[in-house]
């Protein structure tokens, strides 16, 4: 019995705090976020926890906005990778075209 009653009683405990903190928090509908939680056992909790954590998301406070990356000065010369759909033959050829097709 307790095999089985102690880790239900953990799932179903962790599915209420889910559905109560939703309503709390703003996260609506929250039998929606009571659902995932109920279905995906332990990760949909956890689902839930990083969803709830978007909520206090402050911009100004965020280091990486405007994808400005602190790089270590012996790294700092080092090349870019290439994205896809990236055709700049080299990092300072903003405009994508190759500097030979004139």
Do not use: Q
């Not at 095999?3 to 109560?20: Q, R």
């Not at 109920?38 to 978007?54: A, D, K, M, T, V």
């Amino acid at each position: 019995m307790a095999i089985v009653g102690i880790p239900l009683a953990w799932h179903l405990g962790l599915t209420a705090v889910a559905y109560y903190d939703a309503g709390r928090v703003g996260l609506e509908p929250p039998i929606k976020w009571a659902a995932i939680t109920f279905c995906i056992p332990l990760f949909g909790f956890f689902i839930y926890l990083f969803e709830r954590s978007e909520l206090s998301y402050d911009e100004e406070s965020d280091p990486y906005k405007g994808h400005n990356f602190n790089i270590h000065p012996s790294r700092a010369d080092d090349a870019p990778l290439r994205s896809r759909g990236d055709d700049r033959l080299s990092p300072d050829d903003e405009d994508g075209a190759d500097e030979n097709s004139e």
